[in-house]
């Protein structure tokens, strides 16, 4: 019984992780290619950010206070930078959030007149841009998609509520549909992982505490799949951590600048 109890409480923590939602922060685009993965030194990469929008999109009970540390970076990098809090901290139907990120980077390209912004999405955000670029024709709006520790093709944690006796993810919508085998993730996941002309890139980490196996954070058909440990095998990286770990960061600004990703295993 106690181990029950415990493995309960460890689940509904688990859960409270999955909610991460945020503000806006807008770039344009055009792809980033698949590039070979290897460890770089201690040296930057200069990028192009000039005039360029970024929108960072939060997950799922994230606010967007929590992305402000990787706001300042992109603008410190000079792009200009809108932080999106997913509608109810992310909580509810995950299209429909996709459908109100839409509306978002409208008024972000109307705001700033950005042909193109780019996309920097945290966990369930990255399910939200990925809908919004596959279903609800956003691939003509969006360059670049960076992705961190999204669960791309589920996560064992959302079905673990259901294992443990507490109902289909305490009744929480959108990790409901971020459950491994889920029909939005079925709808999501037909056909082609990468349409349109977006350059594509995941990130993720082997200490991801809520996206299990973290290889379902990755992509197919032509995305760079980036994990930090692949390069830096020594750098401890949680599903949190991504938005503000500045290895994870060196990876991001490559993505964004079209060069070859080489993480820097020394970024602070």
Same mark, same amino acid.
């Given at each position: 019984m106690l181990l +029950?109890?415990? #493995? %309960?409480? #460890?689940?509904l923590a688990a859960l409270a992780m999955l909610l991460v939602p945020s503000t806006a922060v807008a770039a344009p685009a055009s792809p980033a290619p698949a590039a070979t993965v290897q460890a770089a030194p201690a040296a930057t990469v200069q990028t192009t950010a000039a005039g360029r929008t %970024? $929108?960072?999109v939060g997950g799922l009970s994230g606010i967007a206070a929590a992305y402000e540390p990787l706001a300042a970076r992109l603008r410190t990098d000079g792009y200009r930078v809108w932080i999106y809090q997913l509608p109810n901290l992310g909580l509810g139907d995950i299209p429909a959030s996709? +459908?109100?990120?839409?509306?978002y980077v409208g008024q972000v390209r109307a705001a700033t007149g950005a042909a193109t912004v780019d996309v920097v999405a945290h966990s369930e955000g990255g399910l939200v841009s990925r809908y919004y670029l596959k279903r609800l024709g956003g691939t003509g709006s969006v360059g670049r998609y960076v992705s961190l520790g999204s /669960?791309?093709?589920g996560t064992y944690v959302a079905n673990l509520a259901a294992f443990l006796g507490l109902g289909s993810c305490v009744g929480i919508v959108a990790c409901q549909q971020m459950t491994i085998g889920s029909s939005f993730l079925a709808d999501?996941?037909?056909?082609? @992982?990468? /349409? !349109?002309?977006v350059r594509y890139t995941t990130v993720r980490t082997l200490q991801d505490e809520l996206v299990r196996p973290v290889g379902n954070a990755s992509l197919a058909d032509g995305a760079t799949n980036v994990l930090i440990q692949s390069a830096c /095998?020594? +750098? $401890? %990286? !949680?599903h949190l951590g991504l %938005?503000? @770990?500045g290895t994870t960061y060196s990876v991001i600004r490559q993505a964004l600048a079209d060069a070859a990703i080489r993480p820097n295993c020394f970024a602070l």
């Open positions: +029950r109890k415990t #493995a %309960v409480a #460890a689940t %970024v $929108i960072v996709a +459908r109100a990120l839409a509306t /669960p791309q093709y999501l996941n037909s056909g082609d @992982d990468t /349409p !349109g002309a /095998p020594l +750098r $401890i %990286v !949680g %938005v503000l @770990d």
